[in-house]
């Protein structure tokens, strides 16, 4: 039963797979002092079943610590903070290719777990715009959500800076999250 436990199945799963009730499995998880996992913790649990989808490298030579402070510095100034992910968003390839080699590289993150979200004005055409960035950064479109079109107001100047929209990278892991404010000392 402890083992079950220590490896991510819930009290019901637990009671479900031995044949005990569920109450029994929680008073005898109480009575050996095995703490219950909060609702959070059980839900990343599931969603992470081989544990972390990342792993922030130690031991960084010099041309990677001056990626975790660039990529630390682009995440602080550009980043979402607040909600459960890491999310950055910018119109520069440049700027999103340079994050996604930090997020590769230093956080080491399971790119299968990388999304993408792409904003564009209605005078843009979507399917461009996401050829664009799919070349830009060598993803297949699969990997986005829905683009969102937003109205133009008039005649600005933004289609010299953002031609081809506003790509948000979108990492969906609290507990990296957590990590890379707390290396920033953040407090939201």
């Excluded at 930090?102 to 990388?114: A, E, H, P, S």
């Amino acid at each position: 039963m402890i083992e079950l436990y220590r490896h991510g199945l819930s009290s019901k799963e637990i009671s479900d797979k031995i044949g005990f009730s569920e109450n029994k499995i929680n008073y005898w998880l109480g009575k050996l002092k095995i703490s219950k996992r909060s609702i959070s913790e059980a839900i990343y649990l599931k969603n992470n079943p081989n544990g972390d989808p990342f792993k922030i490298k130690t031991n960084l030579n010099p041309q990677e610590y001056k990626l975790l402070g660039m990529g630390l510095g682009l995440y602080w100034g550009e980043g979402g903070k607040r909600g459960k992910y890491i999310r950055l968003s910018n119109s520069d390839p440049k700027l999103i290719r340079k994050f996604l080699e930090f997020l590769i590289k230093i956080c080491q993150i399971n790119q299968d777990k990388l999304k993408f979200w792409l904003q564009i004005f209605d005078d843009t055409n979507p399917q461009e715009a996401l050829n664009f960035w799919c070349q830009e950064l060598n993803i297949k479109s699969n990997k986005f959500f829905k683009t969102t079109i937003t109205p133009s107001r008039g005649h600005g100047t933004y289609k010299n800076k953002c031609r081809f929209g506003v790509l948000t990278v979108h990492f969906g892991n609290i507990k990296l999250k957590e990590q890379l404010l707390s290396m920033l000392e953040y407090k939201s």
